[in-house]
């Protein structure tokens, strides 16, 4: 099973709204992301999270909140947010850092998403 | 980090090779080169790495050149699925996590 799952799918959401988005994975991965993609542009990556530890924010707003529960899952608290924050939301996993032949192995995993309107 | 520079688009015809090409001349000896897809409406998608040496999978083929400053990644045979956004990721050793830094692509369009 090579999937990862977001839900939902799609989110509206007004400015005053708290949301969450959801990241599930059960391949063993031990490190978890989030990156925002805007139309017609690349994926920019927002949180990096390795045996569920917040290992990189990219300045990110605090208005993002992650959170890594556990190992098979991954959460994105949402609150305050503005319009320019519609995107599509983009989590992803690999396999455990470290490992032999793991710094070779970089490959990601990568959910649907969830396109989110913020109005 | 070491950049890529890709063309911004290329077509093909349906079941034709699609060669696409990446530069990235300040690459350095323990970076690994990879390639992932977007199709439309769908997350990226891992294509193949390689560090040195030309590498072949069941969905494409990376040719590295000698420097190691650009390559290739061929699609054999294009089919309308293989329409998609194409992304060449340098992958630099960085501790214990992997950061993916995409930059802007190629889109290719595939004829039917």
């Known amino acids: 099973d090579t999937e990862v799952t977001q839900t939902p799918k799609h989110l509206v959401m007004g400015m005053t709204n708290k949301k969450s988005l959801k990241c599930e994975q059960h391949?063993?991965?031990?490190?978890m992301y989030w990156y925002k993609q805007k139309a017609k542009k690349p994926p920019e990556l927002m949180f990096v999270?390795?045996?569920?530890?917040?290992?990189i924010n990219e300045s990110v707003p605090s208005r993002f909140s992650p959170e890594c529960p556990n190992s098979s899952l991954l959460n994105l608290h949402l609150h305050a947010l503005q319009p320019e924050d519609s995107a599509l939301y983009l989590c992803?996993?690999?396999?455990?850092?470290?490992?032999?032949?793991?710094?070779?192995?970089?490959?990601?995993?990568f959910g649907a998403g969830t396109r989110l309107s913020v109005l | 980090d070491a950049k890529t520079t890709q063309p911004n688009s290329m077509e093909s015809n349906e079941e034709e090779p699609v060669h696409l090409p990446c530069n990235h001349s300040?690459?350095?000896?323990?970076?690994?080169i990879h390639w992932y897809r977007q199709l439309p409406s769908q997350g990226p998608e891992y294509v193949i790495h390689?560090?040195?040496s030309n590498v072949n999978n069941r969905m494409a083929s990376l040719a590295i050149a000698e420097d190691r400053k650009s390559s290739t990644l061929i699609l054999h045979r294009a089919t309308l699925r293989d329409a998609a956004v194409y992304y060449c990721?340098?992958?630099?050793?960085?501790?214990?996590?992997?950061?993916?830094?995409f930059g802007a692509g190629t889109t290719v369009t595939v004829r039917a």
């Open positions: 390689g560090l040195t």
């Open positions: 300040t690459i350095s000896g323990t970076d690994y």
């Open positions: 999270y390795s045996y569920e530890k917040l290992s």
């Open positions: 992803a996993s690999s396999r455990p850092p470290g490992l032999a032949g793991g710094r070779a192995k970089n490959i990601q995993y």
């Open positions: 391949m063993g991965h031990r490190a």
């Open positions: 990721i340098l992958s630099p050793p960085r501790g214990n996590d992997y950061k993916l830094s």
